[in-house]
């Protein structure tokens, strides 16, 4: 995936939106693809943002995270607790989670699964 253009580019292209010229006429004049420009002036006109959204980071553990106190209290009282057996308690309360998920949210707490001889 590709980096971001710049903001100085985009708040350029917002000055020519405001100042009356068209989205492909803007794009044009800053050598930006008529698609492009488009979709920067629709979020303009509808959010009157010009920066770049954030790019990359996870965004789908933060939902996990939130049922961290019950996934971390079913391992205290079970500690060889099977991961399936979390994700089906999960599944009882309606969380969709999978095995890999529940491990990296116990790797996070600091919570090993191997067994130590």
Known sequence: M?????KDLRSRFVTLLDAGTSASGAGKQLLVP????TRW???WTSE???EA??????RRSAELEK????ILSRVEEKPDIFLCEIVADLASKDVTAS?????????RHGI??????
Not at 99 to 107: F, Q, T
Not at 112 to 117: D, I
Request: aromatic content about 2%; charged content about 30%.
């Open 2 to 6: 590709g980096k971001p253009h710049s």
């Open 34 to 37: 008529r698609s492009t420009a």
């Open 41 to 43: 002036s629709a979020i």
């Open 48 to 50: 009157k943002r010009c």
């Open 53 to 58: 959204l954030p790019m990359g980071g996870d």
């Open 67 to 70: 049922h961290s106190a019950f």
């Open 99 to 107: 095995d890999n998920a529940v491990s990296r949210l116990l790797s």
């Open 112 to 117: 090993t699964r191997k067994k130590r001889l």
